[in-house]
């Protein structure tokens, strides 16, 4: 799926669940930030002269870029002259508002070629499917008696400070990492739905520090 048919939910009746989509910062701004009702709302709102009308378009972006219009901004012995303009001026494109709503920002380095054949470690995929299932169990559970929300992200407002409210300790962590990273409200309120989701993962009734220091974790890349 390009960015270009994402776009175009804003006008048609499409509901998407989910998609993949390649963000690239050498598309138009103007198309990039059209991404940013949909994925705060869920819905697209046209309006004419007279009528409004509301498209659902709930659904579960992940997107990549390059770190920079090179490509090669990790590596020192293959980067462009330009380090680090040429990655600030590259993701400088995308916009502050537009980043600010992607919950979870992973950077994913080079692979080296020494570990193309290694063996895998760490969890099966089977065993984080699992996991999940569970997770959205619980999540299905919490939200029984709200038809209209299925899982933690949908949860807003009072709802929200009741189930995602963390320990004395995660609040404190919280606090002092929203002064220092700078975070809007709207990326503190993710961070609280992040945080919650992981402590599903865990099974953890509490939202403690180490989920809140994990879900923070996610928003500390080059470009927070
Ligand atoms: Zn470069």
Redesign the pocket.
């Known amino acids: 799926m390009t960015c270009g048919e994402l776009t175009g939910i804003a006008y048609g009746n499409r509901v998407f669940s989910w998609c993949v989509c390649y963000i690239s910062p050498e598309f138009a701004r103007a198309v990039l930030e059209t991404l940013r009702q949909p994925i705060e709302t869920g819905d697209v709102v046209i309006a004419r002269a007279n009528a409004h009308v509301r498209y659902p378009c709930k659904f579960l972006l992940v997107a990549a870029a390059n770190p920079?219009?090179?490509?090669?901004?990790p590596d020192p012995a293959r980067?462009?002259a330009?380090?680090p303009e040429?990655?600030v001026d590259y993701l400088g494109r995308i916009s502050g508002p537009l980043m600010d709503r992607f919950d979870l920002r992973v950077e994913v380095p080079p692979v080296e070629f020494a570990d193309l054949d290694s063996v895998p470690t760490g969890e099966d995929t089977a065993s984080v499917a699992a996991r999940v299932a569970r997770a959205r169990q619980i999540q299905t559970e919490r939200f029984a008696e709200h038809p209209r929300i299925r899982v933690n992200a949908d949860a807003e407002g009072a709802l929200l400070d009741r189930i995602a409210a963390p320990d004395a300790e995660g609040k404190a962590l919280l606090l002092g990492a929203a002064e220092r990273l700078g975070l809007s409200a709207r990326g503190y309120h993710r961070v609280l739905r992040v945080a919650r989701t992981i402590a599903d993962l865990d099974g953890a009734r509490d939202i403690r520090r180490p989920h809140l220091a994990e879900a923070l974790s996610f928003r500390l890349t080059a470009r927070a």
């Not at 920079?68 to 901004?73: F, P, T």
């Open positions: 920079c219009k090179c490509g090669y901004l980067a462009c330009r380090v040429c990655g």
